[in-house]
């Protein structure tokens, strides 16, 4: 016979409502080094993905472009319609896939950037700490595929580690960091491809417009991108 558990304030009965509804919540393999390596890294990588979803908020179809474990896509899903998740590397696919939850479901496949676009058209583009990973040479063919999905009129969010950040970063960091970018050069970068863009600096889990070399990170909002 199972024991029924009860919290000794009744209000809190809904853990155990949630946990029926969803079972218990599995970290995918991205979070789950974060947290048990360094947990306030994965404070940061939520930050960023909260910040996405607040600008994102009301689109209707939104591409992730780079997702690895997707763990933080949930708070995007929040607020947007619809999305659609893609990374190069069906390692981090399958965890994603073999951890969907049915109440929080969303699009997610292997799709490699440098190869093509991803089908369809989407209002809104987000690719968060996947730049720096792309080669120089590689850079502009990311961006016109990437951008090939993106409506005339829809929003790009780029996230990247400051140039700057790179003397404080880890060796596992800086071994695949290739394309970090100080803040000018990153707007200048960006400019190629859109009429407007918006740089701010980020520390920890706080974006601000402060001094762009004193910023760990660089957050990118584009609109209305060039043809």
């Not at 409502?17 to 994965?42: A, C, F, Y």
């Not at 190869?115 to 990973?133: A, C, I, K």
Request: hydrophobic share 35%.
């Amino acid at each position: 016979m199972t024991e029924k558990l009860e919290t000794k304030e009744p209000q809190y009965g809904i853990v155990f409502d949630v946990i029926k509804k969803h079972g218990r919540t599995q970290l995918g393999l991205m979070v789950n080094e974060s947290w048990n390596q360094d947990p306030k890294r994965t404070l940061f990588t939520l930050a960023r993905y909260k910040f996405v979803a607040k600008m994102l908020s009301g689109r209707e179809k939104v591409l992730e472009v780079g997702c690895a474990d997707a763990f933080g896509t949930r708070l995007v899903q929040q607020e947007v319609k619809h999305v659609t998740a893609v990374d190069f590397d069906a390692v981090f696919i399958k965890d994603v896939q073999d951890r969907m939850n049915q109440n929080w479901p969303f699009e997610c496949f292997v799709h490699d950037m440098l190869s093509g676009p991803v089908p369809g058209r989407y209002d809104g583009v987000y690719s968060l700490d996947v730049l720096e990973h792309i080669p120089p040479h590689n850079e502009d063919c990311f961006m016109r595929n990437m951008l090939t999905s993106l409506h005339p009129t829809g929003v790009t969010i780029i996230g990247i580690p400051s140039l700057e950040s790179q003397s404080y970063a880890s060796p596992q960091s800086k071994a695949g960091h290739v394309n970090c970018k100080s803040g000018n050069d990153f707007r200048k970068f960006l400019s190629q491809f859109f009429e407007n863009v918006f740089i701010f600096s980020m520390n920890d889990e706080v974006i601000h417009t402060g001094f762009y070399p004193m910023a760990h990170y660089l957050m990118a909002i584009c609109c209305q991108k060039r043809q």
